[in-house]
Nanobody, 121 residues
């Protein structure tokens, strides 16, 4: 299984970006998908998550600004980021939890390679 993230870049404060992350492979099911971020000098933190049933969860610092969505058929998760602030600058990582390959019972968690988001003031 490989996770390919895209959509990062540089934007001015108040701008928007849309991240996407697609998982490829012989995937049977995914329990949940999420976005984390890691800024310089800080620990990786959860930004937003979505379950296979569509239930979402957001960190307080992005509520009302970011929206997570998923396309289970395409094994893809998106993060729409609006009203970006300089403090949103970080490397954003996608996460696929409880991923089960077709024909197998075991599950495993996977991380994407990270995409840089830089917000200038």
């Amino acid at each position: 299984v490989q996770l390919q993230a895209s959509g990062g870049g540089m934007v001015q404060a108040g701008g928007s970006l849309r991240l996407s992350c697609a998982a490829s492979g012989n995937i049977g099911a995914i329990n949940d998908m999420a976005w984390y971020r890691e800024a310089i000098g800080r620990q990786r933190e959860l930004v937003a998550a979505i379950t296979s049933g569509g239930v979402t969860n957001y960190a307080d610092f992005v509520k009302g600004r970011f929206t997570i969505s998923g396309d289970n058929g395409k094994n893809t998760v998106f993060l729409q980021m609006n009203s970006l602030k300089p403090e949103d600058t970080a490397v954003y990582y996608c996460y696929f939890g409880g991923l089960r390959l077709r024909g197998r019972w075991s599950v495993k968690d996977y991380w994407g390679q990270g995409t840089q988001v830089t917000v200038s003031s």
